[in-house]
């Protein structure tokens, strides 16, 4: 009678316990994970981590990637982990390429991210670390996946509605990058723009290119040719508030990278008038400040290598004025 109690008893105690945590599977290849994503009809959870030096990879993984709980996220996705760590034996020098290929694709600038990606490989989320464990996460991951599962559903009159919402959840060069048959189909579904996007859209595609100009003319020193950009932009957009005072600094760098310190701080003071109250407006005085110390700091490094140089330059010259000419070298009469 004891043994059959004391059987039963350890049987009870063995149903008790959970199961335990089974651990989720990574793939380590980005073009592997999206193949195994279209044969499943899944999308891709992508992790961008530095798994030996990121000190918030590392709490990601271990208060949700690795907590009970969150296993229920294979469900949906395909997980994928691509690795940056300092140490060169964790990865393979062909991975480490190929990782970095993938990161320099989606403008991956910091670790730990996390890309919501489909089977084609065309992101619709972009997060990192969020404290709170797996359900807080799980949820969270919900709400960057809702616009996209609502748009794979939508026909007929709330096609519309579900394209708007989908794309502004999107990041603006995500959009312009993978993006252009939805574009494309908004505008022809709602052709007097009545969802406002593609108003948004169209100025936040004029910006990106502005941008790309700015950049380049700014590369080459041709700041007359920025000043000009500028001029254009704000004639043909009009932009307003503080995207309009987003334009305007490009008119300080200028002025700044002229030493025209004067200028630059009445183009901030302009600015600022633009929208008081953004955060622009109300930090203008540190910024001036920050351009006072990096123009003091430049004049400071110029006079070095000023002096560096003539140091170099009077050590080559012959003391005297005097050139020695070698003994060899002088012609007998």
Avoid at 58 to 75: I, N
């Amino acid at each position: 009678m004891f043994m059959r109690r004391f059987v039963l008893g350890v049987l009870v105690s063995s149903l008790m316990v959970p199961a335990a945590f089974s651990a989720l599977t990574w793939v380590k290849d980005f073009e592997e994970g999206k193949r195994l994503a279209a044969e499943s009809g899944k999308d891709l959870l992508v992790d961008f981590t530095g798994s030996d030096w990121c000190h918030w990879c590392v709490k990601l993984k271990e208060e949700v990637f690795e907590k009970e709980g969150f296993e229920k996220v294979a469900e949906r996705y395909v997980l994928v982990e691509l690795d940056f760590p300092q140490a060169e034996e964790l990865v393979t020098p062909e991975q480490r390429a190929a990782n970095e290929k993938v990161a320099e694709e989606y403008r991956v600038q910091g670790f730990p991210t996390i890309l919501l990606v489909d089977s084609k490989g065309r992101p619709f989320g972009r997060t990192g670390y969020v404290e709170g464990g797996p359900e807080a996460y799980l949820e969270h991951l919900d709400e960057l996946q809702a616009p996209w599962m609502a748009l794979k559903g939508a026909k007929g009159e709330g096609r519309v509605e579900a394209l708007a919402t989908f794309l502004r959840s999107v990041p603006g060069a995500d959009v312009g990058q993978y993006y252009g048959e939805e574009v494309d189909e908004l505008r022809m579904l709602d052709p007097n723009d009545e969802t406002g996007y593609m108003q948004d859209y169209d100025f936040a595609k004029a910006v990106f290119e502005y941008e790309q100009a700015f950049e380049a003319k700014m590369r080459g020193g041709d700041y007359d040719g920025v000043l000009t950009l500028v001029d254009e932009f704000v004639a043909e957009h009009d932009p307003q508030g503080e995207d309009r005072q987003h334009i305007l600094m490009a008119r300080v760098m200028v002025y700044v990278e002229r030493k025209e310190k004067e200028k630059a701080y009445a183009e901030l003071d302009a600015i600022a008038e633009v929208k008081p109250g953004s955060d622009f407006g109300q930090n203008v005085e540190s910024i001036k400040e920050d351009i006072g110390n990096y123009l003091k700091q430049r004049e400071q490094m110029e006079k070095e290598i000023e002096a560096m140089e003539a140091a170099e330059a009077a050590e080559q010259e012959p003391v005297g004025g005097e050139v020695e000419v070698p003994e060899s070298e002088v012609s007998e009469e």
